[in-house]
């Protein structure tokens, strides 16, 4: 999935001019936490309502007087990100999420190859995209337990779509270690997948439903 079918088109930006009040101002209207800092149509930082929230003056020490005054006549470039991390947009979904991880932020100002921010990519997003992904509506989740060998994935496809002529809505396969029983996690387009699971048995497989963890075929669907 590419960064640009998630991503928020056209977002709200400043400029590094822009004070902090109005970067406060914009966060609560729009409901909306980074803000992606542009000058002369370029990228050059990023503000969230938590660097806004964190450079105020705490109110045991200063009038809520001074601290509107604060606000007012300290721009943006005082406190915003300008070592900002950004993505394009027909990098994956996957490559922004591994980025987000590793570098620890909320979300990832979207740019064309001269810096020109076409959107914004939150955690949130990420988040939808993968439940979009891992979860799709109607469908009944298993788990079939593989031997490391090639093949073995292939075969238990051949099962379900083929031989039952089920759909499958989605597949994953987590990465694991060398000759270790690997896991499909899969949805099938069926909410009683037990037909599904017994062909599977048949065949030699290890079947979980949901999981092969808790099966909720031991409360007496079985």
Same mark, same amino acid.
């Given at each position: 999935?590419?960064? =640009? =079918? ?10 590094? #001019?822009?004070? &902090?009040?109005?970067?406060?101002? &914009?966060?609560?209207?729009?409901? /909306? #936490? ?7 149509? %370029?990228?050059?930082?990023? !503000? ?38 950004? /993505? ?9 999420? =591994? ?5 620890? /932020?909320?979300?990832? $100002?979207? %740019?064309? *190859? ?12 990420? &988040? ?21 060998? *090639? ?6 496809? #051949? /099962? ?16 694991? =270690? ?5 896991? *499909? ?7 009683? $997948? ?12 290890? !079947? ?7 099966? &909720?075929?031991?409360?007496?669907? *079985?």
């Amino acid at each position: 999935m590419l960064v =640009k =079918k998630r991503m928020t088109h056209d977002p709200v930006v400043v400029s590094p #001019r822009h004070s &902090l009040a109005d970067a406060l101002r &914009l966060t609560r209207e729009r409901r /909306i #936490r980074h803000l992606p800092v542009v000058d002369e149509g %370029v990228l050059v930082g990023i !503000v969230s309502d938590r660097d806004v929230r964190t450079a105020m003056p705490s109110t045991l020490t200063e009038p809520d007087a001074e601290r509107v005054a604060f606000l007012d006549r300290t721009p943006i470039s005082a406190v915003m990100r300008s070592d900002v991390d950004s /993505i394009g947009p027909l990098d994956t979904v996957e490559d922004a999420a =591994k980025l987000m991880r590793r570098r620890r /932020i909320g979300a990832l $100002p979207v %740019v064309d *190859a001269h810096g020109a921010v076409l959107g914004i990519l939150s955690e949130s997003d990420v &988040l939808d995209a993968f439940v979009e992904i891992l979860g799709p509506a109607n469908a009944s989740r298993l788990e079939i337990g593989l031997p490391d060998r *090639a093949g073995e994935l292939a075969r238990a496809m #051949r /099962i379900i779509g083929e031989d039952l002529r089920v759909n499958v809505c989605s597949l994953m396969v987590p990465p694991g =270690k060398p000759d270790e029983r690997r896991v *499909a996690i899969v949805h099938v387009n069926t909410i009683d $997948p037990r037909g599904t699971i017994a062909a599977l048995e048949a065949a030699g497989f290890e !079947v979980g439903w949901p999981s092969l963890e808790a099966d &909720l075929r031991q409360g007496g669907f *079985a």
